[in-house]
């Protein structure tokens, strides 16, 4: 799997949009970009994945770079509960024998503060 | 959404003893099952992968012995940490994925303690 790079942490605004940037500039042509994310002490929770397009659901927004090297999580509205560890994976879809092998980075560690 | 349950939450035990942590999917037949183990303050550690009726595959420099796998349903997999020591002290993390969903659902984690 390609390896992605996040800066290890970053501070939001309760309320205010907060925008993950995850670098992955090897990523091949099958492999989708996923994000979770680990409130402590819990298991990951999966938020939002791609391949090309933009993707939006009710918890985030994902944006990836034309070229695919580059995507970035966004959290439109903040909240303290958003506090967690946010990974950034690549990795190959279902239609692969290792489809959901994922390699964790270290992940960039969000504090939303009031 | 599809849920993965692992069981226990938390265990502590003797040093020697075995301790064995089940991962189970709740409305998805997983043909693949992963084990992660995690530190304090580290990212998770990919440690096997398990497929419905074979053998699982390790990752370098886990001990296959030391860390049994047995994934003999579709909906259930088993890692037994055998003779467990306090190095074996961590966060045990198991995932699960479906042949037809590109997500990959997480458990929620057992904390081993070995005294």
């Known amino acids: 799997d390609a390896k992605t790079t996040q800066p290890p942490s970053m501070d939001c605004a309760e309320g205010r949009a907060a925008n993950l940037p995850c670098n992955h500039s090897?990523?091949?042509?099958?492999?989708?970009v996923y994000w979770y994310r680990q409130i402590h002490s819990q298991g990951p929770q999966y938020i939002i994945h791609g391949l090309k397009n933009n993707e939006t659901n009710e918890m985030a927004s994902l944006i990836i770079t034309e070229d695919r090297k580059s995507s970035t999580l966004i959290l439109p509205h903040a909240t303290l509960r958003d506090t967690a560890v946010y990974y950034c994976i690549v990795r190959v879809g279902r239609s692969s024998t290792n489809a959901g092998k994922s390699t964790f980075g270290d992940g960039t560690t969000l504090t939303v503060k009031p | 959404g599809a849920v993965v349950s692992q069981h226990p939450s938390w265990v502590i035990c003797k040093s020697g003893t075995s301790v064995k942590i089940e991962c189970r999917s709740l409305d998805f037949q997983a043909t693949t099952m992963f084990w992660y183990r995690q530190f304090p303050k580290q990212s998770l550690m990919l440690m096997a992968t398990s497929n419905e009726g074979s053998k699982a595959t390790y990752e370098q420099g886990v001990e296959k012995d030391k860390f049994l796998i047995n994934h003999a349903s579709l909906t259930l997999s088993t890692l037994t940490v055998t003779s467990a020591h306090p190095e074996d002290s961590s966060f045990y993390i198991c995932?699960?994925?479906?042949?037809?969903?590109?997500?990959?659902?997480f458990g929620s984690g057992t904390q081993l303690s070995v005294l």
């Open positions: 995932s699960a994925s479906g042949a037809v969903r590109e997500k990959l659902f």
């Open positions: 090897t990523i091949s042509g099958n492999e989708y």
